[in-house]
């Protein structure tokens, strides 16, 4: 690791600074970029990796291109650490991913010098040829550049971008930062195919020239002379040109250099060792359990299979590889093929669990819609990170799947309130060959619940009550449950009482139940933790149900109608009023709301339902 201190760097306010350096400075700018990159991310945790191997190419970037009038757009964002501390951002570098700090990925709203805001992989082609073509319609002049990762370019939006943009004769470079990583080394024959380009082979066609690019590299990222050459020779090419460059994923840190993962994603750390400080879990994690509850079910079913779309470790697919080695798949960062690829396995018999982050399933709602649900075919759907995911913020909080899903004709959808329901409905959706299923948990530990009964089949479509009080009911759904429970104790030392109850399904709803409770109750709350889906679904049964409510007033907790910043996920949750005191607040005011002075009031109809007040 280089030494401490940065008197190159701190005199880096912005971009043009560097252009200024004698060039015989810039590798001494890179160690010492490098070296207070990880002191800082050793005390805050971040996406370390990715940022260490892009070191010397950031600062290559900013010499020969006029960033921020020449457009620089980071694939993800995750490696844009370097970037933030050559735009003005060094300083704020140890706020990065907590409460009104730096994002961890670039974001427009940040600054000038991210002129495109990602998160998710693979759009860095497409947004690059939008700016290329509005600047040629405008008159404006200018380059147009982006840095797409070897793990990005197995996205179907990659391809499409490519293939636009070989045909179009514009002026955008596509730098391929290729480091034969992604999360996990990297699946499928792209990256063959990079490894033969990088390996100077030097075939007259490849990929790239075929779609209509010049091909220029491959180069070495590291170093810093011919980085600033190929820049430079690509800088002014005209059409669209794809620049090869060789990095290594954590170049130039040991520990990193070292281990399996290149330190893709830390938690705070001991930058002499590398060694991270975990925070001892409590419990297995939701993740850990799931996995461990798949690998169970297919000890008894062959016809079970994993799939994962380049998070095998994240979403557990890879502890289920290593029972069973040809019953998981990755396909890549390739959401929308791998939901339907689980389609077409479904269709011979076989019972995909297409475990997938919540965020990332956005990307593949058609094939959900088109490939899966018209067609009734019995794919799984193990959606991790269901709500909020605190330090990455709002381009990978899991807000949006129930809302997604719950519309959806046959479509089966449940949360589980802990991890002992998760492996229930994990065997729940083993069992299931009707059609459709997901169920959804977060991201973290589970609570520690004890996992020593064996799993249950669940009865489709039925809650239970958790406990029982005559004022209040408060309808929950998930992991909320435990806030739920929280507030019905805060209520009872009011002398408030409230029927608690796990709703487990979202869809199909537990029709009799509910509209039960919204008859022997004056308030009925729903609780999720996302933004919207369930509440709604609740909302339209009663509607629906037409029937006679009274004086039922209704409150629909749910995540906020805003994108959510990186923050905790207690600070999130108790901002969204879904944490106990949020949700016996709410039920407070509900209840005034139902005293006499209203009695002979016609009800309001906030949410366009006749009936209750909502
Ligand atoms: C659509 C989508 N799926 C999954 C991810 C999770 N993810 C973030 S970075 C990453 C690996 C990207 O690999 P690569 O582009 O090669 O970048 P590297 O980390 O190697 O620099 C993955 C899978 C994501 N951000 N977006
Ligand atoms: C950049 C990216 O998309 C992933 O690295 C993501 O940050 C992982 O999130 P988890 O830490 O929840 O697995
Ligand atoms: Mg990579």
Redesign the pocket.
Same mark, same amino acid.
């Given at each position: 690791m280089a030494p401490e201190g940065n008197a190159l760097l701190s005199h880096i306010a912005v971009p043009a600074d560097i252009r200024a350096l004698d060039p015989a400075l810039l590798p001494r700018l890179a160690d010492e970029l490098r070296g207070t990159l990880v002191r800082s991310v050793s005390r805050t945790g971040g996406h370390l =990796? @990715?940022s260490l =191997?892009?070191v010397e190419l950031t600062i290559a970037l900013h010499r020969v291109f006029d960033t921020p009038d020449d457009i620089l757009i980071w &694939?993800?964002g +995750?490696?844009a650490y370097p970037h933030k501390m050559l735009t003005g951002r060094l300083g704020r570098l140890e706020t990065i991913r907590q409460g009104g700090g730096l994002s961890g990925f670039t974001k427009r709203d940040e600054s000038a010098y991210d002129p495109f805001g990602a =998160? +998710? $992989? $693979?759009t860095s082609i497409s947004a690059a040829l939008g700016f290329a073509a509005a600047r040629r319609l405008l008159g404006r002049s200018g380059r147009v550049v982006c840095v /797409?990762? &070897?793990? @990005?370019?197995s996205?179907g939006l990659a391809y499409e971008g490519l293939n636009n943009a070989g045909a179009s004769g514009l002026p955008v470079t596509v730098i391929i %930062?290729d %480091?034969a !990583? $992604? /999360?996990s080394p990297?699946v499928g024959a792209l990256s063959g195919h990079l490894d033969a380009l990088a390996g100077g082979t030097n075939a007259p066609e490849n990929l790239f020239t075929a779609l209509g690019f010049t091909y220029r590299g491959p180069v070495d990222g590291h170093d810093m002379t011919a980085l600033v050459e190929a820049l430079e020779a690509v800088r002014d090419c005209g059409g669209p040109v794809v620049l090869h460059v060789r990095t290594e994923?954590g170049h130039g840190y040991a520990p990193a250099e070292k281990a399996a993962d290149r330190l +893709?994603g830390v938690t705070p750390f001991d930058p002499a060792t590398g060694v991270q400080a975990k925070p001892k879990a409590l419990a297995p994690s939701f993740t850990q359990v799931f996995a461990d509850a798949l690998i169970a079910e297919a000890r008894d079913d062959r016809r079970i299979v994993g799939i994962t779309?380049? !998070?095998a470790s994240g979403t557990g697919i890879e502890r289920f590889a290593k029972a069973f080695p040809d019953r998981a798949f990755d396909t890549g /960062?390739a959401?929308q093929h791998a939901v339907t690829f689980a389609a077409g396995l479904a269709c011979e018999g076989m019972k995909p669990f297409c475990a997938i982050?919540s965020t990332?399933l956005q990307?593949a709602y058609d094939q959900i819609v088109h490939d899966v649900a018209i067609q009734h075919l019995p794919v799984r759907f193990a959606i991790d990170r269901a709500g909020v995911v605190g330090a990455d913020g709002a381009t990978h909080a899991g807000s949006y799947d129930l809302a997604m899903l719950a519309c959806l004709p046959g479509m089966v959808v449940m949360a589980p309130a802990d991890e002992a329901e998760l492996r229930d409905m994990v065997a729940t959706a083993a069992a299931y060959d009707e059609g459709p299923i997901a169920f959804r948990f977060p991201r973290g530990d589970g609570f520690g619940v004890d996992l020593s009964e064996p799993a249950r089949v669940l009865t489709i479509g039925r809650g239970r009550i958790y406990s029982e009080g005559e004022d209040v009911a408060i309808l929950s759904l998930g992991t909320r449950l435990a806030a739920a429970g929280d507030a019905a104790d805060r209520l009872a030392r009011d002398g408030i009482f409230a029927t608690v109850v796990d709703a487990r399904f979202v869809k199909p709803l537990d029709a009799e139940l509910i509209l039960s409770l919204a008859r022997r109750h004056r308030v009925l709350i729903t609780v999720e933790e996302a933004a919207g889906g369930f509440g709604t679904a609740v909302l339209r049964l009663i509607a629906e149900a037409r029937m006679p409510v009274g004086r039922l007033v209704v409150r629909t907790l749910a995540l906020p109608d805003r994108f959510l910043p990186h923050d905790g996920p207690g600070v999130l949750l108790q901002a969204a009023g879904l944490d106990g005191a949020g949700i016996a607040e709410a039920a407070r005011s509900a209840l005034e709301q139902t005293r006499p002075r209203m009695a002979n009031r016609p009800v309001l109809v906030a949410a366009g339902l006749p009936g209750f007040v909502s």
């Open positions: =990796g @990715a =191997g892009v &694939d993800v +995750h490696q =998160g +998710h $992989s $693979s /797409i990762g &070897d793990g @990005a370019l996205a %930062n %480091n !990583m $992604s /999360i990297p994923k +893709h779309a380049a !998070m /960062i959401e982050y990332f990307r």
